[in-house]
Nanobody, 119 residues
């Protein structure tokens, strides 16, 4: 079992920054991929970014490239999502999730944290 706890959401003006944190525990984290997803009101949940614990490989959706940075601190078992130049369309509940390296399905999820960007 992997437990995930997010923090760091809030209200920010457009152009501002926030950093989300996801503290992970349980399981063999070195064999897992950590991802951030988001869900805006009335929309499907979408993938935002991911990082592989073992080698730091990252991946992003096009709309956040150059603005968001995902990183991991293996000593703290924590994954971060640094979000810069935020836009109103980034408003959503952000979820941390985890999957095995050998799977495409994310099987553990955090409770979510709200990010609201005002124009």
């Amino acid at each position: 079992q992997v437990q995930l706890v997010e923090s760091g959401g809030g209200l920010v003006q457009a152009g501002g920054s926030l950093r989300l944190s996801c503290a992970a525990s349980g399981g063999t984290l070195s064999r897992r991929v950590m991802g951030w997803f988001r869900q805006a009101p009335g929309r499907d949940r979408e993938f935002v970014a991911a990082v592989t614990w073992s080698d730091g490989t990252t991946r992003y959706i096009d709309s956040v490239k150059g603005r968001f940075t995902i990183s991991s601190d293996n000593a703290k078992n924590t994954v971060y999502l640094q979000m810069n130049n935020l836009k109103p369309e980034d408003t959503a509940v952000y979820y941390c999730a985890s999957r095995s390296l050998t799977s495409v399905r994310y099987d553990y999820w955090g409770q979510g944290t709200q990010v609201t960007v005002s124009s």
